[in-house]
């Protein structure tokens, strides 16, 4: 008797067992397949190394929260010092099988390989500001910069009356340092402005210092500096100043950070800088979850239009509050 009360209680015990194995499986399925609905994208931008970068990451968080908050689309976000790093937090973005991946690449030939995989993955991309090398793109929103650099280049001929020794300080490798230096060089094609230096100052205000200082000590007449971005333009005003140079007629600079605004304001020697608004990173991330819920882009290449500002206009674009 007591044999047989042993053998229902190991009856009842692996009935009881499958029931649960049961329950737990099909709770583990319903689970994976309710994250398989949730679109997510994979957004790849680079570090905070200068202001306008900054005020792009503080875009992009702001604008995938609240597409998160309204459509409940998921996002990973990653921020990298170098391309290498970059293109690791682009296979791991692969890796976790995002529906849509947006990436501001940190140098366009370096990243244009992770570009080819994501392609290849199947996931749509949609790049930032700084173009591949490839067709890995699925849409590019991007700043005019080769507008940025022919409107710089126009405003150095009437400012020295098509004649002078300017400075160029550039970029990384990248789109954007090649077209707005093209730019530039294009607009003064048939003035007498001889470009004396062109060297990169890495979108850094440290490394723009340190470049320009080089440069001063190099070349004892200077009339103007061209830098590509409001960031390298404060170190090369610094560099000038701790120089106590007085050769140098005006500085210019691009993507329109406040204290060049407030440089121009106070009539320094930033004169004018030309820009494209950062938060063209919203439209990118905007088009990538579009794209996640299955609709088709409206077109393949957004491009925001490049503004001049000086003394005459630079109140309409200077807010004090901003952290750019």
């Not at 682009?90 to 030939?109: C, F, G, H, Y």
């Not at 009356?161 to 060089?185: C, L, Y």
Request: charged share 25%; aromatic share 6%.
């Amino acid at each position: 008797m007591d044999g047989l009360k042993r053998f229902l209680v190991l009856i009842l015990s692996l009935v009881t067992m499958f029931s649960l194995a049961a329950c737990s499986s099909d709770g583990g399925s319903s689970k994976g397949e309710e994250e398989d609905d949730t679109l997510k994208i994979g957004i790849s931008l680079p570090s905070s190394t200068h202001g306008w970068m900054g005020a792009l990451i503080d875009s992009a968080e702001k604008e995938a929260k609240a597409l998160k908050e309204s459509d409940g689309i998921e996002y990973v976000m990653t921020n990298a010092a170098d391309p290498n790093k970059q293109a690791n937090d682009v296979n791991d973005l692969i890796a976790q099988d995002v529906d849509v991946i947006v990436m501001l690449p940190i140098e366009s030939a370096a990243l244009s390989p992770v570009g080819q995989k994501i392609k290849e993955a199947g996931i749509p991309l949609v790049i930032v500001d700084r173009e591949l090398e490839n067709d890995a793109a699925t849409v590019v929103v991007k700043g005019d910069n080769e507008g940025i650099g022919v409107n710089a280049g126009k405003y150095f001929v009437e400012k020295l009356n098509g004649k002078g020794k300017v400075v160029e300080i550039t970029g990384p490798p990248s789109s954007v340092t090649e077209q707005r230096g093209a730019g530039f060089k294009e607009a003064m094609e048939s003035s007498d402005i001889e470009v004396i230096a062109s060297q990169s100052g890495d979108f850094s205000t440290e490394k723009s210092l340190e470049v320009m200082q080089n440069i001063l000590q190099a070349h004892p007449q200077i009339d103007a500096v061209f830098t590509q971005d409001d960031g390298m333009a404060l170190g090369v005003l610094q560099a000038i100043k701790e120089a106590g140079r007085k050769d140098i007629q005006f500085i210019t600079g691009a993507g329109g950070g406040k204290a060049v605004f407030e440089d121009i304001q106070a009539d320094g020697l930033i004169s004018a800088t030309f820009l494209y608004s950062p938060t063209m990173v919203e439209d990118a991330i905007q088009i990538a979850s579009d794209i996640a819920k299955g609709k088709d882009p409206a077109e393949a290449m957004v491009v925001k239009e490049a503004t001049q500002v000086t003394k005459d206009n630079v109140d309409e674009f200077y807010y004090p509050e901003s952290k750019f």
